[in-house]
């Protein structure tokens, strides 16, 4: 961060109206049906389209590819309001949005941003995003999916796991190998619709939480797209890959303050009815002392988010900012929902009450988008010149 620079924490009129509307659609559209997506693992894909009718997929996108244009700040408050009431939603929008429409607006032709933005923007289709693979995670440069140069233009096998709306994705960004021996600088990106004959996928079931999100294994079976499908150079992947989550972690950490502050909301709500020992259990300090943990890490993390939207905003790097914001924030989710059903007693452990959902979803934000633990390598990394990753 360049020294001397000055944040603005003030939000400007159109952020004002665009967080109150993003809240209101929250209250009135999320919350009521997220107890029973995430019981029944049902994707909802009428609420997916209600998202995108009220523009909140692609919202970074420019207006000409038919995106809001609006900034990262302003994307984050949408994607706290959608996080706060429902994770599973909040995963659509940081895949549609930060994983497929961004890179496709920063790597793609005009052609490529012609054919796909607008249908991304408008929901008439999904997007997903093929890095993870079954034997490939943390090491997101050992791609084992294999991309072949053909006089009409690769050929694709491999498999993908862990992909979220792989199963509803009408295009996916699938990153493959073209030369082991370059290692990561042989992998390319290629825009692959899926319904190309070769192209498969698969539901996982059994997840802790996230169960209104849909999650998927892909299988590419000698799947053949023209030249036209590959995203930027045959060599580029990696970079693409890595941008990608850039926009992904600021993402998952904005929907987690969304999290941290649905916790703080619940736990305060809660304890100022219950009564123990004749008196609401926010009178005793014990509980003040979990809410004011609470509300200390909402804060913090909501700051951290803001500055790596501002740096984003502003055009300097931030890939550290961003990294710090991600580990910070969802690792506050987790404590704060774990908090949360401790100030709600028995009745946190059921889902009458949403910290125990908070709990359960909170669990995949430090696991998917690089783990904690690299996170953490990424900021010791920027702190110390030494790379402790391999
Ligand atoms: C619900 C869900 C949705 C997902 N959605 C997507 C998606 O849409 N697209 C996609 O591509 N992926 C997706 N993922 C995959 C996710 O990004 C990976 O799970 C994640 O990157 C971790 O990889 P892994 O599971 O293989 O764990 P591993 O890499 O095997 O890690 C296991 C453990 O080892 C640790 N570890 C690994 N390497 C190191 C190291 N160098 N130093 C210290 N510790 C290390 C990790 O931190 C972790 O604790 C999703 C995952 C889930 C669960």
Not at 109 to 121: A, G, I, T, V
Not at 244 to 265: E, K, M, T, W
Not at 330 to 341: D, H, I, K, P, S
Not at 358 to 379: C, F, N, P
């Amino acid at each position: 961060m360049q020294n001397g620079a000055v944040i603005d924490f003030e939000l400007t009129d159109e952020q004002r109206l665009i967080r109150e509307t993003a809240r209101d659609f929250a209250d009135k559209e999320i919350f009521p049906r997220v107890r029973d997506n995430d019981r029944n693992e049902r994707f909802d894909t009428e609420l997916v389209s209600k998202l995108a009718d009220i523009g909140f997929l692609g919202a970074i996108v420019p207006e000409e590819y038919g995106g809001r244009g609006v900034d990262y700040r302003t994307y984050g408050l949408i994607v706290e309001e959608v996080g706060r009431a429902d994770s599973a939603m909040r995963t659509v929008v940081s895949v549609q949005t930060s994983l497929v429409c961004s890179s496709i607006v920063r790597w793609g032709n005009e052609e490529q941003k012609q054919q796909w933005l607008p249908k991304l923007c408008t929901g008439e289709a999904l997007g997903c995003f093929g890095l993870t693979e079954p034997g490939t995670g943390s090491d997101a440069a050992n791609q084992q999916t294999r991309a072949k140069k053909t006089d009409a233009g690769w050929v694709i096998n491999g498999a993908k796991q862990w992909i979220s709306m792989g199963n509803y994705a009408k295009v996916a960004l699938v990153f493959a190998q073209t030369d082991p021996e370059k290692q990561h600088r042989g992998i390319a990106c290629f825009l692959v619709p899926t319904d190309s004959d070769g192209f498969s996928s698969q539901a996982i079931h059994g997840k802790l939480g996230l169960k209104g999100s849909d999650t998927a294994e892909l299988f590419l079976d000698d799947v053949e797209v023209p030249d036209s499908a590959l995203m930027a150079e045959v060599g580029d992947g990696f970079k693409i890959a890595m941008s990608a989550l850039d926009s992904g972690r600021f993402s998952v950490a904005s929907g987690c303050v969304g999290i941290c502050q649905g916790c703080v909301n619940a736990s305060v709500e809660y304890s100022k009815e219950r009564k123990q020992f004749d008196r609401p259990i926010a009178s005793f300090q014990l509980v003040q002392d979990m809410i004011a943990r609470m509300v200390v890490k909402t804060e913090a993390a909501r700051l951290l988010c803001w500055r790596a939207a501002w740096l984003k905003d502003t055009g300097q790097p931030n890939t550290t900012e961003t990294s710090i914001a991600k580990l910070y924030a969802t690792e506050a989710a987790v404590e704060c929902a774990n908090l949360g059903v401790q100030v709600h007693g028995g009745s946190g452990y059921v889902d009458d009450h949403p910290v125990e959902r908070y709990l359960r979803d909170a669990r995949v934000t430090t696991l998917y988008e690089g783990t904690s633990q690299i996170q953490k390598l990424i900021i010791g990394r920027a702190a110390t010149g030494i790379n402790a990753m391999v």
